[in-house]
């Protein structure tokens, strides 16, 4: 089992360590310009880009929980068309997007704040990223698909070409060319769809088969379709109070300044590298638990669960201890800006204890969306956003300030974790016998 958790595990945590990598490149580039303004600018326009992308995780969330439960049970037509499915929702998803590109624009930053310099900066690298989503919403359908045919490798080869091919044009754009963040924006551009090109390629190479099960009209099969959106509602929910937390979290940081905002812009890519390290074990759990459930082997799925559980440990207390002895030598990575970082120094005790608080959180995420235990997963984040870092920011911001922030986003994080253990006997292991 360890064996099968590492194959699935090392694969995804190289794809997902490319993501925060890519982040700090772009903090890198614009902390070393000559305004904290374009630091704060990118980020507030990635914010953006968390509502439209993590607004459509749901895809690649359910079509990995879906797919693996169709491979554990041998289903060629199921595996094959819930792939159409996603695919054709993630078409309209995109059309809507650049239909409605100005009005979200307007929206996103009328309840972003910001200054309004770096808010200007801001709309600029948003209008150019924005062409970049269509292609990022296929492949988190290609990648959820992937995943659940349990192919780690094909997500891995996407995600480091991706990462690659958008880290050396920002840095010459930005660089060479002057451009700044309109830069970085148009980086993610060219290799998004260099990344779509490659999954078609990789796809037609080992699943060309999969398109003798293709069938438009049961794309729409009522009974299918509304299971279907069924789950990825529940998981949209679940989405939607993340986006809500992070998007608060980085708004009221821009009201306490443009330095503060700096700040903890920088303290959560220590956030985002763990999130993104452990969470490929919690796909690896996707994967495996999500193939035992479908396959009905009730004894496979318990031993999943309590050996991912092992290695979310491991790494929880790891993370931890690393941020304890190099947190603040890392704060110098991403910018020479002094006055961020004395401010990033105030906040860093707090982030020092997310990792072991939050490791239970994200194996869980993986076990609970493999068995789409999609209702439980949506009930737990909706308590743990509202209860524990929505009311305690509110109680305490008016006597600890941006500390207020990171003490709440400790209690989510903390939460999630102890709410999805107290749910998971009945939400997952009760529905096999």
């Known amino acids: 089992m360890h064996k099968d958790i590492l194959k699935l595990s090392i694969p995804n945590i190289l794809t997902n360590i490319t993501v925060p990598l890519l982040s700090m490149v772009d903090l890198h580039l614009m902390g070393y310009l000559d305004s904290e303004l374009f630091l704060g600018a990118v980020t507030l326009g990635g914010v953006i880009f968390n509502f439209v992308y993590w607004g459509f995780g749901f895809l690649r969330m359910s079509l990995s929980g879906i797919a693996a439960q169709a491979y554990g049970r041998k289903n060629n037509n199921e595996m094959a068309m819930v792939l159409f499915r996603g695919m054709a929702i993630a078409v309209l998803g995109s059309l809507l997007l650049l239909l409605f590109q100005g009005a979200i624009e307007k929206l996103g930053f009328a309840l972003l704040g910001g200054s309004p310099e770096v808010t200007e900066l801001a709309r600029s690298y948003y209008y150019v990223r924005i062409w970049a989503a269509p292609a990022a919403i296929a492949l988190m359908v290609i990648n959820g698909w992937f995943l659940g045919m349990q192919n780690a490798l094909y997500p891995m080869l996407i995600a480091v070409t991706i990462n690659l091919i958008n880290i050396a044009c920002s840095f010459i754009l930005v660089r060479e060319f002057g451009m700044e963040e309109r830069g970085v924006a148009f980086g993610s ?19 060309r088969a999969v398109l003798n099960y293709f069938k438009v009209k049961a794309i729409f099969v009522v009974a299918e379709l509304k299971s279907f959106l069924n789950i990825s509602g529940d998981i949209s929910v679940r989405i939607w109070c993340v986006v809500a937390v992070f998007t608060f979290f980085t708004s009221e940081s821009a009201e306490y300044g443009d330095v503060a905002l700096a700040a903890n812009s920088v303290l959560l890519q220590f956030l985002f590298l763990f999130s993104y390290f452990l969470d490929g074990f919690a796909y690896a759990a996707e994967a495996i638990v999500g193939k035992h459930f479908g396959a009905s082997n009730k004894t496979k799925l318990i031993e999943a669960s309590k050996k991912l559980f092992y290695w979310g440990v491991f790494f ?3 993370f931890t201890l690393a941020y304890y002895f190099g947190g603040n030598w890392m704060l110098n990575v991403f910018t020479n800006n002094q006055s961020v970082i004395d401010e990033a120094e105030k906040y860093m005790p707090w982030l020092i ?13 993986g076990i609970y969306i493999g068995a789409t235990a999609s209702k439980a997963m949506r009930n737990t984040m909706l308590v743990s956003s509202i209860l524990f870092f929505f009311v305690p920011y509110y109680f305490f911001y008016h006597y600890m300030g941006v500390h207020a922030l990171w003490m709440s986003m400790l209690l989510f994080m903390l939460s999630r974790g102890i709410t999805q253990t107290v749910l998971a006997k009945r939400a997952v292991y009760a529905k096999l016998v």
Do not use: E, H, N
């Open 316 to 318: 929880g207390l790891s």
């Open 189 to 207: 551009v060219i290799a998004q769809y260099t990344g779509l090109l490659l999954a078609a390629g990789l796809f037609l190479k080992k699943y």
């Open 353 to 365: 204890f997310i990792p072991i608080a939050s490791f239970a959180s994200y194996i869980w995420d």
